[in-house]
């Protein structure tokens, strides 16, 4: 079974645009507020001291509009082992109802804090996110 992260994100008038609903650069946020999320509650506290990863790709599918007030459950998970210094990430919301609001696969790839440079990424820091 994949490891899966999971956290709740409420819509709240800042984050509303003119038509109404969480704006698109907002659920960019939250993408990375909740990868980020999981990578501080799963991670060792050495490899966070150690390490930042960054996005180079997002690939992101709006399905549904959010509203003020409304409040989306975020689910999150890394597909395979990664490549090289680059791994892909799964993030999905829904709604109360479980309706699809927003999908997508994120690309991030890690930096070593000391040198500032990309890595390959260490099996020890991959294992806590893969599949058993």
């Given at each position: ?18 038509l ?7 659920w960019?946020q939250?993408i ?10 799963a ?9 930042v990863?960054?996005v180079?790709?997002?690939e ?13 459950t ?8 990664p490549r ?8 999905e919301?829904?709604d109360?109802n ?8 994120t ?13 390959r990424?260490?099996k ?8 058993d």
């Amino acid at each position: 079974m994949k490891p899966v992260f999971e956290t709740a994100k409420t819509a709240r008038p800042q984050h509303i645009d003119d038509l109404g609903h969480v704006n698109n650069a907002v659920w960019v946020q939250w993408i990375q507020d909740v990868a980020t999320a999981h990578w501080n509650s799963a991670a060792d506290p050495a490899h966070i001291d150690a390490y930042v990863w960054v996005v180079v790709r997002h690939e992101i599918d709006y399905l549904r509009a959010l509203k003020e007030g409304d409040t989306a459950t975020a689910r999150t998970w890394v597909g395979e082992a990664p490549r090289g210094a680059r791994f892909d990430r799964h993030m999905e919301f829904v709604d109360g109802n479980g309706k699809m609001l927003v999908k997508a696969r994120t690309q991030w790839a890690i930096i070593d804090k000391a040198s500032g440079r990309p890595i390959r990424v260490p099996k020890e820091v991959a294992a806590p996110f893969l599949e058993d």
